[in-house]
């Protein structure tokens, strides 16, 4: 039996050989010239060099006729292995890695992360941070030059049989090519013992025109001079393989004319590659005197900047006008590698003639339009194969995607033009404008009810004039639940526009921002103030704000997974708010004046000689009983501490507080943790919410924030002593 099997092993491994050596015959025999020559492994089923077997041994880069470049700063010293992250979980997987460690007291951290383009190259970019600072090196695998490897393959096991680049490009099928290239004379202008690397188009890519006109071009010196620039601009001096080149690079071809490179990672993993826009079909077919790299198209030749191609294209005459009222002509040329999706004249008519005249009339409205069509880097539409999204200068999300009839779309605006090529990038045409909601100005941006009243008031210009605002917008909830008799005084144009104005302030506050000015007073518009509060029961409010508030009102903050946003407008912000922030009609004591309901607090303060001091102090919050609660009192306790000044002052400054609190901040006292705050008097104040309600001390706070001038009231159903 064991005979058996080693005559079997025998055979076996002899009919290998042979077939191998019959394969090499056949092609001396029969002339059969295959691009792709004899798979060398030089690692064999059982480790030795005479057997053509496939079988991988590990990862393909750790295998035969694999070369390393590398670049950047990290020194050999630091170098960081493979071995080294070997015991990481998922290393080869698509996420960086990440890892700490402390050496000689100093934190050394290290970062690493690996992408594997099949067919192309390896590439792997580590990070090192120490105490000489942040150092990088960026190490790529590929083939080595004259190999080539297969999915599977251990190493680069295939070895070309190279030939000229005028034969290499006869075997890769660019024949058409090929016939210009003779006939210009570029081919022999590169055989000159150097090397080049030539981007050719495939047959089905040149035009018939150019095919046709070879036969004149023997007596046609000018024309013979222009296809020779054009097939010119498709060689580059030197050996260029994929890895080599970087995307947004600009080679210069031997007809000194512009090639930008452009990669795109693909979701398969593939790696897109494209050339002026033009696809690469096929990588690095080698010769012996370059590289050629087959494109799906002729290489368009770039003359003009993005600005330029508006200046002169009759179809842009609009956006030129914007870009111009903008003066953003000048930043368009600054950028050397942008997209912009260009609207057409067509696009500008489709807009409301009212909108397009409100932006236009408005610089930084004009710049966010622009900035809305501009991406900072080569979107080439062969890039486009489903659906992504791009963000573009102004910092906005545009969805892109490719339909099955080949057609493509901007967030749903169709491209009418696509690959407009420019010296520093693109242009896609558009037949619609996209306008967002940053080039709108405040007016624009209002809805509902509230936009009703700034029309009524006429406030339109105003608004869209005021720079750098920010408006306290009431939902259209809070102004239908306004009492009857503030919405009656609302029939005075004067006191509509007072009202509204006191929603405005000339400043703009992000809501990121708005937690730096907790306690902080805006005059608004109409000449009041507006303070910034918050509900935080903490004293450090800028570690957490809690809900901020607005003259009392819950500022509703809009979120979207998990993070603020801001409706913010070309001229300013917009905050919802869930109340109408009616003006101040005075000071506290003129508040108290005018409600009947108070006349013995009043009366009390007077006595009590506080009076003044409440309406000569600045920011103050009152615990006000009403009449009522006076009225609970004994009649003879009552005669008595309204006659005795000292009395009355120590228990009605336990009612003061000094300082702007809110009814929000009160509802965050729990009966396990009460919110407690310091009067006048000096004793404290605990705030909890009882059986029946919110609680000071042992009353009820029966109604909160009735704004003053100079401070904030809440009524109480009892009076509270200190003692």
């Known amino acids: 039996m064991k005979s058996l099997l080693a005559v079997t092993l025998i055979v076996c491994l ?19 010239r295959p691009r792709h020559g004899w798979r060398n492994t030089g690692l064999g089923m059982w480790g030795n060099e005479w057997t053509g077997t496939r079988r991988s041994r590990g990862p393909w880069w750790q295998g035969p006729n694999i070369c390393e470049t590398r670049s950047g700063n990290l020194s050999s010293e630091f170098e960081i292995s493979e071995e080294f992250f070997s015991s990481m979980p998922s290393f080869y997987g698509p996420g960086p890695r990440h890892h700490r460690r402390q050496r000689g007291g100093i934190s050394h951290s290290w970062r690493s992360y690996c992408h594997d383009y099949p067919g192309l190259f390896r590439r792997c970019t580590h990070r090192l941070t120490n105490e000489d600072g942040p150092m990088t090196a960026e190490v790529t695998q590929q083939c080595c030059y004259g190999f080539l490897r297969e999915e599977g393959d251990y190493g680069c096991p295939i070895e070309y049989k190279m030939e000229t680049l005028e034969d290499t490009l006869i075997s890769v099928g660019v024949t058409d090519f090929v016939a210009l290239f003779d006939v210009t004379g570029v081919e022999r202008e590169i055989n000159n013992g150097l090397n080049y690397t030539i981007f050719a188009p495939v047959n089905e890519a040149m035009s018939q025109s150019d095919l046709e006109v070879i036969n004149s071009l023997v007596v046609n010196d000018g024309g013979l001079e222009t296809l020779r620039s054009s097939i010119a601009a498709h060689v580059v001096p030197g050996l260029l393989t994929t890895s080599d080149m970087k995307d947004e690079q600009i080679l210069t071809s031997i007809a000194d004319t512009p090639i930008r490179m452009t990669y795109y990672p693909k979701s398969s993993g593939h790696l897109l590659v494209t050339a002026n826009c033009a696809g690469v079909m096929k990588h690095n077919e080698f010769a012996t005197n370059g590289i050629v790299h087959v494109i799906d198209t002729k290489l368009t030749i770039p003359t003009q900047s993005i600005s330029e191609i508006i200046q002169t294209n009759p179809r842009f005459k609009m956006l030129r006008t914007v870009i111009s009222k ?56 062969a890039a486009i194969d489903s659906r992504h999204y791009v963000r573009t200068v102004l910092n906005t999300k545009l969805f892109v995607n490719r339909t099955q009839d080949d057609k493509i779309f901007i967030k749903g605006v169709q491209v009418v033009t696509k690959d407009l090529i420019a010296t520093n990038g693109v242009i896609h045409a558009i037949d619609q404008v996209l306008v967002p909601r940053q080039s709108l100005s405040l007016p624009d941006l209002l809805e509902g009810e509230l936009r009703n009243l700034v029309e009524e008031a006429d406030l339109i210009h105003l608004l869209q004039n005021t720079r750098n605002a920010t408006i306290f917008a009431p939902t259209d909830n809070a102004i239908e639940n ?52 918050s509900c935080d029961r903490s004293a450090f409010t800028f ?147 009882g059986m029946a309600g919110l609680m000071a001390d042992q009353s009820y706070v029966t109604k909160t924030d009735t704004i003053a001038t100079n401070g904030v009231i809440h009524t109480v159903d009892k009076l509270m002593f200190p003692y």
């Open 326 to 381: 903008a003066e953003m002509d000048g930043e368009l040329d600054k950028q050397t590698q942008i997209t912009m999706f260009a609207p057409t004249n067509a696009a500008f008519d489709k807009m409301d003639p009212e909108l397009l005249n409100s932006i236009i009339g408005d610089k930084s409205c004009l710049a966010a339009l622009v900035e809305n069509h501009v991406v900072p880097h080569t979107i080439c539409s």
């Open 14 to 32: 002899t009919v290998t050989v042979f077939l191998g050596s019959v394969d090499a015959v056949i092609w001396d025999i029969f002339g059969f």
């Open 543 to 689: 570690v957490n704000r809690g809900q901020l508030l607005v003259e009392c009102v819950p500022i509703i903050e809009t979120k979207v997974n998990g993070c603020s946003v801001d409706n913010r407008g070309c001229n300013g912000i917009i905050h919802n708010i869930n109340k109408v922030i009616v003006p101040p009609s005075g000071s506290i004591l003129e508040t108290l004046k005018s409600d009947s309901s108070y006349s013995t607090m009043l009366r009390a303060l007077e006595v009590s000689g506080l009076a003044e001091k409440v309406d000569n102090e600045a920011e103050l919050t009152i615990f006000a009983p009403t009449n009522a609660a006076f009225e609970a009192l004994s009649e003879d306790y009552l005669d008595r501490i309204m006659t005795d000044s000292s009395t009355l002052k120590d228990v009605l400054s336990y009612h003061i507080v000094e300082g702007f609190v809110c009814g929000g901040r009160l509802r965050n006292g729990n009966w396990w943790l009460p919110l407690f705050l310091r009067s006048f008097h000096g004793d404290r104040i605990r705030i909890a919410h």
């Open 482 to 533: 306004l009492p009857e008799d503030v919405t009656d005084s609302f029939q005075d144009s004067q006191v509509l526009r007072s009202v509204l104005l006191h929603h405005v302030i000339p400043e703009t506050l992000p809501t990121r921002d708005l937690g730096y000015h907790i306690n902080d007073d805006f005059t608004a518009l109409d000449g009041t103030k507006l303070r910034i509060t």
